[in-house]
RNA sequence: UGGGGUGUGGCGAAGCGGUCUAACGCACCGGAUUCUGAUUCCGGCAUUUCCUAGGUUCGAAUCCUAGCACCCCAGCCA
């Protein structure tokens, strides 16, 4: 046992089948320091499966000492745009992670590609094909049938040397020629009959501009900029695992300064929620949602802005494991280490999302008092506040039943309920509008009962929370649901139509106790009773708007859904 | 008779021939405590069972053989 495998011994060791290789190959000498990469495409934004690969590639960069760097797989200028960029480089700081030096793009390699592509071509390893893609298809064959070589396979390097030259100097329209690696036709894995390694593509890049009108693949890019940047070990998800007979190719042939390995693992697939690029894409395109940063997303900014903290996310992923089998995990995890973090963390406010209004008729009128109350009693150091309290507050509608049922522990006519940090109430009367729709209630408190506790000793099943009406701010606050009521959204083309109608509801009215004011937007709070929650940037002082991040564990709820 | 993968409870996942009458977490179901029906706490949750069927072995979820099921691949996307 040598020094460092004593330090990593002191936190209990995450073991997975990457990690395992990683120790094995670093135990051995076949790696002396490790390097990854995180390398997405910047057509899109960050969602949560990128970060489990985001957490895996940076994680086991700190755990073995190594060094993990951010990599935009630029190839496609077709797709890709700036702001995606940004995006992105925001998102993997917000996870936590800092990556090592500058950003890397695979387009900062363009110029060695090239001359790489001339190397094969030059080893007779490439060739320019005029065939165009449906006739190119046509010639691969298909999954149980070989494929045919194309009619000009056999160009000589001299053709294929000044075919290409012309290509990157922009004499064909896009599609009239590729490059292509000349390997096996007759390959049982497709990927193996001759890819195609640059096409024509006339379009600006995001960071080349108009530099170049061939762009390299993606296979001809990934295996070489790994190379180029040192990456000891690339990670990436189960489909291109039968690629890497293609990276391993093009590593061989080419005189590329190292030997990267690519290891491959299950990307993550939750319940409820759609997760690939192209379908987020057009819940955002289609306007299904608002923007990619919308709480009801999967995306890391849509997290975010939920309210959902970085660390809960990491926590998340570290909960997972990393295997190779096909898994689909249950958002309720991802729910659960929410509630936990925050449970600690998050101070408790009162605010009534549903008022109802309470007249305390043995409360003097036009009089008021301040009543401490407990931040938070998972932290003592979150200290105490105070809340106002008067003649008149709002409670929760929910909080009330005319004819309530035995298990119903708050209020109703008659029965003595707990305001939080204040008194006790009993309901004396209640008042209804024209239609029969209650608008009030009449209670009276018992002054003895002041703080919450009865001197007598009597208990009272239930403790409501509530909010002044003279000093109560009102709000717009957000709730979520599942953005789909299909379980598996994902399995059929026609997705949008299982969109749950349901996912945002909107509350205007909100009364909230004045403090709430002091937050920030990122600041994390609990709504005594009704969950975590999150001020919104739409949010102004004028007019404050919450989400709702995350409900509290409801059993009520569960209880009256079960009878 | 294409290639590449994966199969352990509702979900995720340990397990690397004996200590497996199979960890752990989520979910779920009981019950206790509680000024949040929250939290916390206790208990239950695969008892010849680890995709199936054979085999090897004193002994298998772990090794062998044969099946079966599911996932990925026929973009000049990544």
């Given amino acids: 046992m040598n020094e460092t495998e004593t330090q990593t011994d002191a936190a209990p060791e995450t073991r997975d089948f990457i990690r395992e290789r990683i120790r094995s190959d670093l135990a051995d000498g076949t790696t002396d320091q490790l390097v990854t990469r995180f390398p997405p495409e910047p057509n899109g934004y960050l969602h949560i499966g990128h970060a489990k690969s985001i957490c895996l590639n940076f994680g086991v960069a700190s755990e073995f000492k190594g060094l993990c760097r951010l990599r935009f797989d630029d190839t496609n200028p077709a797709k890709e745009e700036q702001e995606f960029i940004d995006a992105i480089e925001e998102d993997v700081r917000w996870m936590g992670f800092e990556w090592d030096g500058a950003p890397r793009h695979a387009s900062d390699y363009f110029d060695q590609l090239y001359d790489w592509a001339v190397y094969l071509i030059e080893n007779g390893k490439a060739y320019v094909d005029d065939l165009n893609a449906e006739e190119i298809r046509a010639y691969r064959g298909t999954l149980t049938e070989p494929g045919k070589d194309s009619p000009y396979r056999g160009r000589s390097v001299e053709e294929n040397l000044d075919l290409f030259t012309r290509m990157k100097n922009g004499e064909f329209p896009d599609g009239a020629k590729v490059l292509r690696a000349k390997i096996d036709m007759s390959s049982g894995n497709i990927n193996m009959r001759d890819p195609v390694i640059y096409r024509i593509v006339h379009k600006s890049h995001p960071r080349t501009g108009d530099t170049w009108c061939i762009y390299p693949t993606y296979d001809f890019a990934h295996g070489q900029s790994d190379a180029i940047e040192g990456v000891t070990h690339s990670l990436c998800t189960l489909e291109f695992e039968d690629h890497r007979p ?33 379908r987020l894409t057009q819940l955002v395109q289609e306007g299904h949602v608002n923007g990619w940063n919308d709480p009801r997303m999967p995306t890391i900014s849509g997290l975010r802005r939920r309210g959902i903290p970085a660390a809960a996310i ?16 249950d958002p309720a995890l991802l729910d659960h280490c929410v509630r936990e973090l925050l449970n600690k963390t998050a101070e408790r406010r009162m605010a009534v999302l549903r008022p109802l209004k309470v007249v305390i008729e043995n409360y003097p009128d036009g009089e008021g008092e301040n009543l401490d109350a407990v931040n938070n009693p998972e932290d003592d150091a979150a200290g105490k506040r105070q809340v106002r309290f008067g003649r008149e ?19 109703a006519p008659g029965r003595e309920v707990r305001l939080r940090w204040a008194y006790f109430i009993t309901c004396t009367d209640v008042i209804k509008d024209d239609v029969g729709e209650i608008i009030e ?26 909010v002044a009406a003279e000093n109560a701010v009102d709000a717009e606050v957000r709730l979520y649901d599942h953005l789909f009521t299909d379980p598996a959204p994902g399995r059929q083309e026609d997705f949008v139509s299982t969109l749950n109608p349901e996912s945002l509801e909107v509350l205007t009215g909100c009364k909230l106790e004045p403090s709430l004011m002091d937050f920030e937007v990122g600041d994390a709070m609990q709504f005594e009773r009704l969950g975590y929650f999150a001020k919104d940037p739409d949010s102004t002082d004028a007019a404050p708007v919450f989400n709702r991040t995350m409900t509290l564990r409801d059993t009520w709820a569960k209880i009256q859904a079960n009878s």
């Fill in 246 to 278: 293609l990276y391993d190719w093009l590593v061989e042939n080419l005189p590329v300064p190292a030997s990267p390995r690519q290891y491959e693992f299950a990307r993550l697939n939750l319940t409820y929620t759609v997760l690939s690029k192209r």
């Fill in 314 to 329: 990491r926590d998340f992923v570290s909960r997972l494991g990393v295997t190779k089998s096909d898994s689909t995990v």
């Fill in 393 to 411: 507050i709002y409670i929760e509608r929910d909080d009330f039943m005319e004819d309530a049922p035995k298990k119903f522990f708050r209020l």
């Fill in 441 to 466: 209630l009449r209670c009276t408190y018992d002054p003895a009962t002041k703080g919450g506790d009865a001197p007598d000793g009597r208990k009272v099943k239930g403790t409501l929370h509530w």
